[in-house]
């Protein structure tokens, strides 16, 4: 059974540009959520998809934009590059409700910004 | 608003010392969730154990234990005869409410290193 897996794996991007990372939610897993890890601190939250909507959203600028196609899978976007953007990028599927079930982490995509 | 604090940057141990990571919490819901998780060099986030506000009881996992006491807002984790595999950032987090929409707020980590 394979778990959460995103691609890439790493990503140098100039300032100003685009990217799009990828996400495949763990098997029967219906939610992903997206979270951002700068060096050395935790990680934070992004927004969160479930029934291709996005249900919840951290604080973070539209620039910062995803989707959840039918098979669950999920899709981070990122306009307009700042240097601040370098970070871990995460991706975690869970089941939605009832309960607050553990959330199983990708190895994430390390996102370089120069 | 949501804050999990953990005071302790890193943390230094011998093989086989016991250790315990510190976690503080802030929430105005009387439902959440605790949960620890450890970041090993490869990055990708790994579940240990999760607590509900409802359940106080205290356990042991193996070599892991866990102390959550909610007068104090406080949710410790314990590794029992640490070995180096042990060694990563470990992380509290805070889940709060009910249905879809939850999200984890992460306190800054402890690295721990567990010296042979």
């Known amino acids: 059974d394979a778990g959460v897996t995103q691609s890439p794996t790493h990503l140098i991007k100039t300032r100003g540009q685009q990217v799009t990372l990828r996400c495949s939610p763990k098997?029967?897993?219906?939610?992903v959520s997206w979270y951002q890890q700068a060096l050395g601190q935790g990680p934070q939250f992004i927004f969160q998809?479930?029934?291709?909507?996005?249900?919840q959203r951290g604080n973070f600028p539209d620039r910062f934009s995803g989707h959840q196609f039918p098979n669950y899978s999920s899709e981070l976007n990122v306009n307009a590059l700042l240097l601040g953007d370098s970070a871990l990028y995460l991706c975690?599927?869970?089941?939605?409700?009832?309960?607050?079930?553990?959330?199983?982490f990708g190895q994430g995509t390390r996102l370089t910004v120069v | 608003a949501q804050k999990v604090t953990q005071a302790q940057t890193e943390i230094s141990v011998v093989e086989k010392e016991d250790v315990t990571l510190d976690c503080v919490y802030e929430?105005?819901?009387?439902?959440?969730?605790l949960f620890w998780y450890k970041q090993p060099p490869s990055g990708e986030l790994v579940f240990l154990i999760r607590?509900?506000?409802?359940d106080e009881q205290n356990e042991i996992s193996g070599r892991y234990s866990w102390n959550f006491q909610k007068s104090t807002s406080s949710f410790n984790f314990t590794i029992t005869a640490s070995q180096v595999v042990d060694s990563a950032v470990y992380f509290c987090?805070?889940?709060?409410?009910w249905g879809y929409g939850q999200n984890f707020v992460f306190g800054p980590g402890t690295r721990l290193s567990v010296l042979p």
């Open positions: 998809y479930y029934e291709e909507e996005e249900r």
């Open positions: 929430t105005r819901d009387t439902t959440y969730y």
């Open positions: 607590r509900n506000s409802f």
């Open positions: 975690a599927s869970s089941l939605t409700p009832p309960g607050h079930t553990e959330a199983f």
């Open positions: 098997s029967g897993h219906d939610t």
């Open positions: 987090a805070l889940s709060e409410g």
